[in-house]
Every structure is written in structure tokens, then in C-alpha cells.
């Protein structure tokens, strides 16, 4: 999933987008209003994270303008601020979330997946589809009960093609959701990650596949139903 951090304190970024990597986040970062309006104009966001005060403006008006231009994407605030009448203000201006500074990182990535299960419709802690299982807050991946080893980008992938398991995923949707802006990304690295994927599934027996849409995506369906149809 792929997440825009609006915020302009070098030491937090930092700590904040280390943490969202390691947990299989993409993250692009932004330090003033300006950028993240340009960041939202060339990307798709399952999330953003806004400082209220940036060096440019309010983010409180900010994310009001946002909602009435119609962008319903979640999105948590934080400030040093933390009185009564603004975290009423903010939730008022439409955020999902509020946390006050200094951020428990552990707090933040919890809230989050909070947030992205509702928001995703993912309301069951643990996704089942066939004989596999995801959990997506331990980041997780099991097929008939044992524990696969799987590196964080291919989790990535599994993930975004369960949540839409049966339908074909573009892959210009898959890449928007795994790549931030600052990754170096191989023009192939999709497809290896696709074929590493594949081959952890079957070496390990699971009753689904990932079928290849030439030229539109991928699509996550069960061996089974596959061989009905």
C-alpha cells in the first residue's frame, strides 16, 4: 500500500518512513502543502499522514479543500497541538484519525491498519482465501497452516491482489501501490516479483494462482474454480 507522509521535521520523517518500509508500506514523503497537492495529482494513495502546521500553510484548511474537492482518501493528522477544540476541529475537517506528538510509532502503524481494514472493507483480522492466509497487521503469509518465508515487496503484491481476489488488478495499479517515487524500480521488477510469488504459492501447495491478463494485470483466483470454469 502506498502512503504520502505531509511533514517537514527531518528527524520524524525519517523514523516514520524507516518503520512504514519495514512493515511493506511504499511511502512517498513531502515537506510542504505544495508538493503533497503535486504528489496527489501524479499518484494513488490508500493513506495520508499531514502535520497540521507545514511551513506553507494549515494543514486543517488543507485537508478541508481536499474534501470538497471530493478526495475521500483516509487520513490521520498529527501535532504538537493537542487541545480539546482542535482535535475537534480536525476530525470536523474530515480526518480519520488524530495523534498527538511525540508519535508512538508502534500506536501509528496500529491506527493505520485500523484505518486501511475499514476503509479496504477488511473487517476479518486474518484474509482467507483457498487454503492460504494473511494477516495484515503481522504482515503474515500461511497455506495450510505452515508459515511461508516471503520477501516484504512480494507481501505487497499478495496483498493488494487478495484484496480484489477474482477480479484483474492492472499492474499500473499494483506499481502505484508498491513504488514510491524515490524507488529504483527495474522496468521487469514487477513481473519478478510476480514469478517469485508464484513459485513460493506452489512449492507450497496452495489452491490458488496468479493469472496473467496480457497487457491489462493480474489476477488472484483458486485452482478449483479456475478448472470449473
Known sequence: MRILLVDNHADFVREVKDELLNCGFAVDVTSTLDEAAAALDCANYHMVLLELALPDGDGLDW??????????MPTMMMSTFNDLSQRIAIFNAGADDFLPKPVSID????RMR???????QMTAPVVTFGNLHFDPIARQVSVGGRVLRIARREVCILEHLLNRAGRTVPRTSLEDSLYAFDDEVSTNALEVGIYRLRTHLSQAGATLRIKTARGVGYTLELIGAASAA
Open 107 to 110: 500506536e501509528l502503524i496500529a
Open 114 to 120: 485500523a484505518i486501511l481494514r475499514r476503509s479496504t
Open 63 to 72: 485537508l478541508k479543500q481536499l474534501r470538497r474537492d471530493g478526495r475521500s
